[in-house]
């Protein structure tokens, strides 16, 4: 508990005293009603403040409104009445700030939860000058400095190990609790604590750009961007509550009048007045306004803890209602990671042409231009290379000690005009010309993620109705892949601009109230990612790019947390309805009640503070979803 929580604890613990205590002592008239104003001021000073607060500053309808208005007219009917029953004017002061307190303690206890689980913000940096190690502020520490990270430590910024071997603890970004080994050249990124042998890093981002800041910045405005059932929430408070206050004005003056006037009978203001007041009472919305953001706090908390970062809550929403799932292939659905698989109808010798590929593809960051670097294995030297012309989505030209090479697919040989050999191994086949004759093509195979099959059968069983693969390469190994995760459909040899074509047919073709998300890492993703409803972006290995475009970030890239992202938001979602349900419910009936006069105060109190303590502790199970 906080100071405020513990100092609000003792005033609740003095007047519950208090009041105790009064019930023993046998005061009568000014003196008795003077000993109830004490225990009612120490408990509703700070609720009457706020009432005059709100009335000066032209808000008047809100809770504190409500009740301080039902609490001083109680106290005033008692007086009227000369019954000296002060208790109940104090009792639903005392029991509102009850739940008051509990609400508090539970809302700091999930945020705690959260920023425990979040707990990755480095306090400072490590930089060795001179041979002393300096503590800097992380914010200060330029691109390619070379800093340690200590057994015990956090990694403070993203960069490449340049020594060092040791284990890291990444479940504060990941949600797992397996360590992951690191050894020199490995990429690093920041908020994983180091936790065996000591490493020094190179950064390779600054710190407002690495990973950490990142994810603290994702998680920290996710409460900024509401969903519909939030927006709702508050119009609904907005009408609901000067509806209600006009309601209560015209069930205490109304009836008494044509009572009075049109009937001759007793006015019984009295009566009515109290009924007036208890249904003040039982209409706060406070369970309605408090518990529905917290549950999305709550499960954007429990998402994040699972290594789901989840931009805003209107996104969770969307994502509860998924139906159809496109995927990227590679780094999605593969691991990106290339291997030359062999060199066939080769016209060259075989270290010939993979020279040629390597220095053609040298100026190439692409997985595959990669793979070929490696399989080559000699050093590049760009001196030999003039003129690289990249072709999107077919492949590149360049001159290559005074030859033309030309390196892709088939869309490339038939744009030069070269005749090629069509190739029956699955993969990806790079086609090579050397002076527009052809010269032999080489296969090149991904290697499919271990939990991707896993993935899409638990989309399905999450009720997913549709998984979609959208790919450039080409059709033969699209539908080995498809085949082998038993995805429902496939398109292949897309550039980047069809892919958003794709996309945007899915859409025009889907069930009425289905969303369709897209998952997707690359930089080439980052259009369809924003096109999509809901845009699902590989964090450890995604481009900037991808993740910045992405509603949700999966923060491991493992495709198996995309079904569990959407039982997530789905529990989340059912919490939040289920609030809606029996919160307006329970209000209602009590109204109801209330106006006819069967319920008293103690019903009030139930409908109010009762009603939001229990939405309330319903709100915070959004948090656990381990299980899910």
């Known amino acids: 508990m906080n100071k405020k929580q513990k100092k609000m604890l003792v005033r609740i613990l003095t007047a519950a005293a208090m009041l105790i205590a009064l019930q023993f002592i046998p005061a009568k008239g000014w003196l008795r009603f003077v000993l109830y104003l004490v225990p009612y001021f120490v408990i509703g000073y700070d609720i009457l403040q706020k009432a005059l607060k709100g009335i000066r500053n032209h808000q008047v309808f809100d809770e504190c409104f409500l009740m301080a208005v039902a609490t001083v007219g109680a106290i005033a009917l008692a007086l009227y009445d000369r019954s000296g029953d002060y208790t109940e004017a104090v009792a639903v002061m005392l029991f509102y700030q009850v739940g008051e307190w509990f609400q508090s303690y539970a809302v700091g206890k999930s945020r705690r939860n959260i920023t425990e689980l979040m707990d990755i913000r480095p306090d400072y940096a490590n930089v060795e ?3 002393k190690i300096e503590k800097t502020d992380p914010d200060e520490v330029e691109i390619g400095t070379v800093i340690v990270v200590q057994p015990g430590e956090k990694v403070p910024i993203d960069g490449i190990v340049a020594e060092g071997i040791s284990s890291l603890n990444t479940s504060a970004l990941t949600g797992e609790s397996l360590p992951r080994d690191i050894k020199p050249g490995d990429e690093i990124i920041s908020g994983c604590i180091n936790m065996t042998g000591v490493l020094k890093v190179k950064t390779t981002k600054e710190f407002g750009e690495s990973t950490v800041s990142k994810i603290l910045d994702l998680v920290e405005n996710a409460s900024s961007r509401k969903s519909r ?9 907005r009408v609901y509550t000067p509806a209600v206050c006009w309601s209560a004005l015209a069930l205490a003056f109304l009836p008494p009048l044509v009572r009075m006037l049109g009937m001759g009978l007793s006015a019984d203001w009295g009566a009515w007045i109290y009924r007036a007041l208890t249904f003040l009472v039982i209409s706060c919305p406070c369970a309605l306004v408090i518990s529905i953001p917290l549950s999305f706090f709550a499960g954007i908390g429990g998402a994040s803890n699972a290594g789901v970062l989840v931009k805003g809550s209107n996104y969770l929403e969307t994502l509860s209602k ?5 995927f990227d292939k590679t780094g999605t659905l593969t691991q990106g990671v290339f291997e030359v698989d062999g060199i066939h109808h080769n016209e060259l010798e075989n270290e010939k042409l993979l020279e040629y590929a390597a220095l053609a593809e040298s100026a190439s960051s692409h997985p595959i231009s990669k793979s070929i670097q ?3 294995g000699g050093e590049i030297d760009r001196s030999r290379v003039k003129e690289i012309r990249e072709i999107s989505g077919n492949g590149v030209i360049a001159t ?3 030859k033309e090479v030309a390196a892709g697919n088939d869309k490339l040989m038939e744009s030069l005009g070269v005749p090629y050999i069509n190739c029956h191994s699955a993969g990806t086949i790079i086609h090579m ?8 093509h080489i296969v090149i195979s991904d290697i499919i993620k271990p939990h991707a099959k896993e993935a899409v059968e638990a989309l399905k069983k999450a009720g997913v109705r549709k998984t979609v693969m959208l790919t450039g390469d080409r059709e033969k190994t699209a539908q080995e892949v498809a085949s082998k995760l038993g995805l429902d459909q496939v398109y292949s040899e897309l550039l980047p601009g069809d892919k958003v074509e794709k996309v945007e047919e899915l859409l025009k073709s889907r069930p009425e109230g289905a969303k369709l998300a897209f998952v997707g890492d690359g930089i080439n993703d980052a259009p369809v990612l924003g096109r999509a409803d809901i845009g699902i972006a590989m964090g450890a290995m995604g481009s900037d790019a991808a993740i910045e475009a992405a509603d949700i970030v999966l923060m491991d890239d493992d495709p198996l947390k995309i079904s569990k992202a959407i039982r997530i938001s789905r529990k989340c979602l059912g919490i939040v309805y289920q609030n809606i349900v029996f919160a307006i419910g329970v209000k209602l009936i009590c109204l109801m009640l209330g106006a006819l006069g069967i319920a008293n105060m103690w019903l009030a109190i139930f409908a109010d503070v009762g009603v939001m303590i229990i939405a309330v502790l319903n709100a915070v199970r959004a948090l656990f ?3 899910l």
């Open 129 to 131: 000058v001179n041979g």
């Open 374 to 376: 490696r399989a080559y």
């Open 400 to 402: 290559v000690d005074g």
């Open 322 to 326: 998924t139906r159809i799932v496109v």
């Open 229 to 237: 059932s939030e927006d709702f929430i508050s119009k609904f408070a």
């Open 625 to 627: 979803v381990k299980k």
């Open 433 to 440: 010309a050397v002076d527009r004759k052809y010269a032999g």
